[in-house]
């Protein structure tokens, strides 16, 4: 029977979809995968009734680049999202898009900055719900599970069958900084944040099975796992090993769809997943594996640090990550991926390349284009802004670097608390390893300002820009260290180049203000005030410029 709904080409059969991701939620920290600790009594005893995949796993370690993988059905080799703040385009059709022409009622509740709408996601969604009321300690906003899971819940209230209600939560993300009484109920805070969104995810499961009842298709799925210091990494991004690649997927389909309960050693991407629900609402066995479904790629090793990209693919048990020391595991019989046996299988190695060269990969460019203005005022200092693509076979492989992302990972979180000294001996240390890291010349850069010692930053920051010309930060940090020893001319022209690429940047733009100033270009330090206010409207009382302009 055809519900009666205008433009509607939903049926009665068609069941409502949940579709709940975990950001950041590691596979073998659930009880269903094989963690003895496991701090997830909910999920642990939901996985009785479901379908639980042993072998999911992403595409691609990165927020927005996985979700779009989920809500396009296209691997990131497709899509073409490869990082965290590239907007999806209107060329990628999205799942809500399609479900809400055919009838479907389509919400999403959104819990951490990456996915706002801004990026992009938003697209389909009746209602998308994104407000991050509150910042984490690095400032970065986000909201917490339990205000997720409430404001999903007062949602469903308004939501009429059938509906797509996809819900993200964000907490198992760093920094690990779980509430009471989470915060001291496992050995590990990043466990406990996991115990915390378990928590979550129970009473927004409740709520919905109460409304909608269990004719319905639940999937919960995590974006990307977590390294917590396997292979030399601390979080997310860098490496394609499982730690952060396989992630945990529990399928509920419709009561009375079938055979439901048990394990499947199904390898699935989680682009399969869009298929499930749009054409079966149901989940089938596996995808047919041309190369582009199989492949796994990060370029955020590039974007950060200088590294070269990754790029990895699966057949059987075999897994070949390729790079410029490219590495060849068997899962079944080592599935820490401990030991590289690329030299003793030759022929697998080469027959596994050759697929991923038939697969084009989305090319990094060299840092971000920057417009002709600020290329100008750039060259204007000596810098020079190349465009194009990076020489991929000069850079060096991440494994080899790797060592350098434990302190670096300390320093920033001493930089995230104004800890400005004892960020210093880390960041001596990762430049040691990998001096030409454009993370650690700017927070060295950065560091060195806070401390007085502005000179000192300068050859800092200014390699950090030639590593990675264009960057807005390391502009601000550079105009800022300028500043602050008395080379104000040149501060000048940064920060205006900083604020060109990114007029919202109050930072930025407060330092500018103040650098006309000492120059005594009153008028034009007013007016460059006066324009902040179309982003920020509290600017003109910052402490630093609320006195200059008095009558
Ligand atoms: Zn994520």
């Given at each position: 029977m055809t519900l009666i709904c205008a433009g509607s080409t939903v049926t009665a059969a068609d069941p409502s979809v949940l579709l709940i991701t975990i950001d950041t939620l590691r596979a073998d920290r659930l009880g269903s995968y094989g963690d003895a600790h496991s701090s997830t009594p909910f999920l642990d005893r939901l996985s009785r009734h479901a379908v639980v995949y042993t072998d999911a796993w992403t595409d691609v370690p990165l927020t927005l680049p996985a979700h779009t993988s989920l809500l396009t059905g296209q691997p990131v080799t497709r899509h073409g999202i490869t990082g965290n703040g590239h907007p999806v385009g209107s060329e990628n059709l999205l799942l809500p898009e399609i479900l809400k022409a055919q009838g479907y009622s389509t919400a999403a509740v959104i819990g951490g900055y990456p996915l706002v709408r801004k990026f992009g996601l938003s697209r389909g969604f009746q209602m998308y719900d994104d407000r991050l009321k509150s910042v984490n300690r690095t400032g970065v906003p986000e909201r917490s599970g339990a205000a997720v899971a409430s404001a999903s819940i007062d949602l469903l209230e308004s939501l009429k069958a059938p509906v797509f209600l996809w819900v993200h939560f964000y907490d198992p993300h760093a920094p690990y900084d779980p509430p009471d009484p989470y915060r001291n109920v496992c050995k590990d805070l990043y466990r406990s944040e996991v115990a915390y969104t378990d928590r979550c995810v129970e009473l927004l499961m409740q709520a919905w099975t109460e409304k909608f009842g269990s004719e319905t298709f639940r999937i919960i799925v995590a974006d990307h796992g977590e390294?917590?210091?396997?292979?030399?990494?601390?979080?997310?991004?860098v490496f394609l090993y499982q730690e952060t690649v396989g992630v945990p997927l529990l399928v509920l389909p419709?009561?009375?769809?079938?055979?439901?309960?048990g394990l499947s050693e199904s390898s699935v991407p989680i682009h399969a997943i869009f298929d499930w629900i749009l054409v079966k609402r149901v989940p089938s066995p596996g995808l047919g594996s041309p190369e582009h479904a199989r492949v796994i790629y990060t370029r955020y090793p590039f974007d950060r640090y200088h590294w070269s990209p990754l790029t990895a693919i699966r057949r059987g048990p075999w897994k070949y990550i390729h790079g410029p020391d490219p590495e060849l595991y068997n899962l079944d019989s080592d599935p820490g991926e401990t030991l590289n046996v690329l030299t003793t299988n030759a022929r697998i190695v080469e027959f596994m390349t050759r697929e991923i060269y038939s697969v084009k990969i989305p090319k990094p460019e060299t840092g971000r284009a920057v417009t002709t203005e600020t290329r100008m005022m750039l060259e204007s200092l000596g810098y020079v802004a190349p465009s194009g693509h990076a020489e991929m076979a000069s850079l060096p492989d991440p494994k080899g670097l790797a060592p350098a992302l434990a302190p670096l990972e300390r320093a920033l979180n001493a930089v995230d608390h104004g800890l400005w000294q004892d960020a210093l001996p880390d960041l001596e240390r990762t430049l040691t390893i990998d001096p030409d890291n454009p993370v650690a010349n700017n927070n060295m850069g950065l560091v060195l300002v806070r401390l007085n010692r502005g000179d000192q930053a300068i050859p800092f920051l200014k390699r950090a820009l030639e590593i990675k010309p264009g960057d807005v930060q390391v502009m601000s940090n550079l105009g800022v260290a300028y500043r602050r020893t008395g080379k104000t001319a040149d501060a000048v022209t940064m920060l205006r180049a900083a604020l060109t690429e990114t007029p919202d940047f109050t930072g930025a733009r407060i330092n500018l203000v103040l650098a006309l100033y000492t120059l005594g270009k009153l008028d034009e330090a007013q007016q460059i005030l006066q324009m902040g206010t179309e982003y920020d409207p509290e600017i003109v009382n910052h402490p630093a410029v609320k006195t200059l302009f008095r009558e």
């Open positions: 390294s917590l210091g396997d292979h030399n990494e601390i979080t997310h991004g419709p009561a009375g769809s079938g055979p439901v309960v």
